[in-house]
């Protein structure tokens, strides 16, 4: 495995003064391209603003952040947009799915959009990820009417749609039954071995850490483990 990105004395102080709350204090973490990595930690350690931090969707106060060789807290706002389009995908507990819209369409329409078209490439890429994840027969299903499990499974499959490097969840089996996030679970498992995507994946369920190859505690805004 080569290096995918690393993180160096990641410090992420809220507000200022008395009111201050500091959350890192000089986090480092390296992740390796095709590592499946559960996020553990108490609530309110962290693991969301790291997930944010990574996601380059927010700036830590201070620190390093380099992914594939590109040092992220020198790049602009045009520059880190397309980076993140193109590497990165996002999953999280509530899904931001839009319900009238189909399942095909939702996986295809941030593609749509910031490509200004849909490819027939890009069809083809969803329905196959939507197959991939069991909903062969719900492809053309508005996601009001999907379980919460499928409604996951079709934001797994949008988070992969442009193939990203690297896949951020914020406790994406959360608010399911043991299960459907067993279900998920296998299937995050599934692309990671066969297309090498490296996923991150906080979580406050042992048994979902236990299906992740590496465990990364934070604890007093540092790893710890
Ligand atoms: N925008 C913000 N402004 C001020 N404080 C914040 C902000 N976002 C988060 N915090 C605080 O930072 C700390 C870490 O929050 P964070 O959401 O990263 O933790 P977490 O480990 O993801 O928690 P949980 O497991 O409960 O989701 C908490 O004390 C939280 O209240």
């Known amino acids: ?13 809220y507000g200022s003064g008395d009111a201050a709350t500091h959350v890192l204090r000089g986090l480092t973490l390296a992740l390796e391209k095709g ?13 969301s603003t790291l997930l944010t931090i990574l996601g380059t969707l927010m700036q830590p106060t201070s620190g390093s952040y380099t992914m594939l060789g590109q040092d ?3 790049a602009g706002d045009a520059q880190l947009t397309q980076f993140r389009n193109k590497h990165i995908g996002f999953v999280f507990q509530f899904h931001n799915l839009l319900p009238d819209f189909t399942a095909l369409e939702n996986v295809l329409f ?3 959009v910031r490509e200004g078209r849909e490819t027939a490439a890009a069809r083809t890429r969803g329905r196959d990820l939507l197959a991939r994840m069991g909903l062969a ?57 066969e297309e090498g995507t490296t996923f991150l994946i906080s979580t ?19 790893v710890t483990g």
């Open 137 to 193: 027969d719900r492809i053309d299903f508005p996601t009001a009417n999907l379980s919460g499990g499928q409604k996951q499974r079709v934001a797994v499959a949008r988070a992969l749609m442009n193939a990203p490097e690297l896949v951020l969840a914020d406790e994406p089996t959360g608010n399911l039954d043991r299960a459907s996030a067993m279900q998920v679970m296998a299937l995050i498992a599934q692309i990671n071995a």
């Open 72 to 74: 992220l807290l020198a």
């Open 204 to 222: 406050h369920d042992d048994t979902i850490a236990g299906l992740c190859r590496r465990r990364v505690l934070v604890k007093d805004g540092v």
């Open 1 to 13: 495995m080569s290096a995918l990105l690393e993180v160096r004395g990641l410090v992420k102080t």
């Open 110 to 112: 941030p593609t749509a």
């Open 35 to 47: 590592e499946m990595a559960a996020l553990l930690g108490a609530s309110g350690s962290g693991k």
